[in-house]
């Protein structure tokens, strides 16, 4: 049953960030869809590509912290092999932004 709660979460989480955007005095709105297509990146390879894009113009190291953290919450919910996945994402595009640094 937890397996169901984090692919919930996430669409309710998009379609807020969604909403968001559209009124202009809430400035969450890329926020709540960054932390969606995190939760998301192990289910949709658009999310994973932007999760990427997200990492290489990320320079204070936010989105590997918080790709920690939702790699942290697949594992309290039981799916390891989504965790490893979503770990693996974020791994490979935190290195590839840093050879692009060099």
């Known amino acids: 049953m ?3 709660i984090i692919p919930a979460i996430a669409s309710l989480t998009f379609i807020a960030g969604l ?11 890329w926020l709540l869809i ?3 297509s995190l939760l998301m990146a192990p ?3 658009v999310m994973r590509k932007f999760i990427g894009w997200l990492a290489k ?3 204070t190291g936010f989105v590997e912290k918080a790709g920690g ?3 942290e ?4 919910a039981g799916d390891q092999k989504r965790a490893e996945k979503l770990e693996a994402i974020i791994e490979e595009n935190v290195q590839n932004s840093e050879k692009s640094k060099n």
Do not use: C, M, Q
């Open 2 to 4: 937890r397996k169901f």
């Open 57 to 59: 113009k990320d320079t």
């Open 69 to 71: 953290k939702a790699s």
């Open 34 to 36: 960054a932390l969606a």
């Open 73 to 76: 919450l697949y594992e309290w």
């Open 19 to 29: 909403v968001a955007l559209l009124v202009p005095f809430i400035p969450v709105g």
């Open 43 to 45: 289910y949709f390879k």
